[in-house]
């Protein structure tokens, strides 16, 4: 069955997503959300979408009775998540959302319900949990090729630009650099120890308040323990460049990737040899998989759902907690 899919916010990551899907074998774009008409011309022509799967943000809840769209994928900034995601799961629509889902735990907790009261799927847009040279690494480290994992250290961050964009307005960002590329070094850690944190501790420092604003973090970095011991050392960061690096230390052997997030080819090298899996368009094959998740029950290696963005959510509250607060805190993500 073919994944019917609305995207609802036509921005830069909404046309990526647009492209990839061009290329699914069964996932089909076949309707837009947005506030702005001249996009909704164009994309009607260059993906030949029906007029009548075209909505805006104020009539989108009409959703509920076009029976030609399966799921909307919400792409806007993270604020507005929420909201959007609870009015497409009372439509009746499986909502796929981008990360972070969120601007807190206790907003993706209540969408969670929301689409667990209306019986719909809440997938995040978590692709690195489908890229194969990472899904090689955790296979590894199951398999106990690197023996007892001790230690990850993850890297994410870039210089941004404009300071007029919404990333750095707290109101639609909900934060800075943790809540836009530091998620991937927390959702890293956790996918590549696999294990849960139990407490976290954090140091913030920011070297420009006037382009990073009350309430959007420029640098935190942060350390995460884990039940078995195991230690995780990340930095985050809207002011260094080419920083998307992972590093994974175990007993018997290691992991290194680099780039270990961006869109791609991910390349990394372990102690035994290069990474050598396919290179792959990540939403291509994320929104096939979500297709089979949806349809066919198929339950990813590493889950996409609700409650996975959920943990890491938790995780950002208890940074900007430990950031505050100068102390440990600690974590309860069962
Ligand atoms: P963007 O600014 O390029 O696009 C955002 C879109 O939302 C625009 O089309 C804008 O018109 C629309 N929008 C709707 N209401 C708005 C409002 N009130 N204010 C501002 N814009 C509004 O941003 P983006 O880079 O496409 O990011 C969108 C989401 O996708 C974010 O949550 C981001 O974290 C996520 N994202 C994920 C990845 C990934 O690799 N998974 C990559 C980039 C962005």
């Known amino acids: 069955k073919t994944l ?9 990551y909404g046309t990526r997503v647009a492209e990839a899907i061009q290329s699914c074998q069964r ?7 947005s506030g702005t ?7 009607r022509e260059k993906y030949g979408i029906p007029e009548k799967n075209c909505y805006n943000y104020e009539n989108f809840d009409a959703i509920k009775d076009n029976p030609d769209i399966d799921a909307v994928y919400v792409i ?3 604020a507005l998540h929420k909201d959007q995601v609870i009015r497409v799961a009372k439509a009746g629509k499986h909502a796929i959302c981008e990360k972070p889902m969120a601007v807190n735990a206790a907003d993706g907790q209540a969408m969670v319900e929301a689409c667990k009261a209306a019986g719909v799927h809440l997938l995040i847009g978590y692709r690195m949990h489908f890229e194969p040279n990472t899904l090689e690494v955790i296979r590894m480290r199951k398999a106990g090729e690197f023996g007892d994992i001790r230690f990850f250290q993850g890297l994410s961050g870039f210089t941004i630009g404009d ?3 919404w990333r750095l307005d707290p109101k639609l960002s909900g934060g800075g650099a943790m809540m836009d590329i530091g998620i991937y070094s927390i959702n890293g850690a956790r996918y590549m120890i696999g294990e849960e944190p139990i407490w976290v501790t954090a140091q913030e420092v920011k070297t420009n308040p006037e382009k990073f604003k009350e309430g959007i973090d420029e640098t935190i970095t942060f350390q995460l323990g884990f039940p078995s011991g195991v230690i995780a050392s990340c930095l985050s960061t809207y002011n260094m460049n080419n920083l998307d690096r992972f590093y994974l230390n175990g007993s018997k052997g290691w992991a290194e ?3 270990s997030t ?5 390349k990394g090298e372990t102690n035994k040899g290069p990474l050598t899996e396919p290179i792959v368009t990540h939403q291509t094959v994320q929104m096939d998989e979500m297709a089979a998740i949806i349809f066919d029950g198929k339950k990813p290696e590493v889950p996409v759902d609700g409650e996975e963005g959920v943990k890491d959510m938790k995780i950002i509250d208890a ?6 607060t100068g102390e440990k805190v600690l974590l309860n993500l069962s």
């Open 257 to 259: 990737m680099q780039p």
């Open 319 to 324: 940074i900007f907690k430990a950031v505050e």
């Open 4 to 12: 019917r899919v609305a995207i609802m916010g036509l921005g830069s």
């Open 163 to 165: 300071p007029t964009q």
């Open 37 to 43: 008409p001249s996009k909704v011309v164009a994309w």
């Open 262 to 266: 961006g869109y791609g080819p991910i």
């Open 27 to 33: 996932t089909k774009l076949v309707g837009v959300i």
């Open 76 to 78: 806007t900034p993270n």
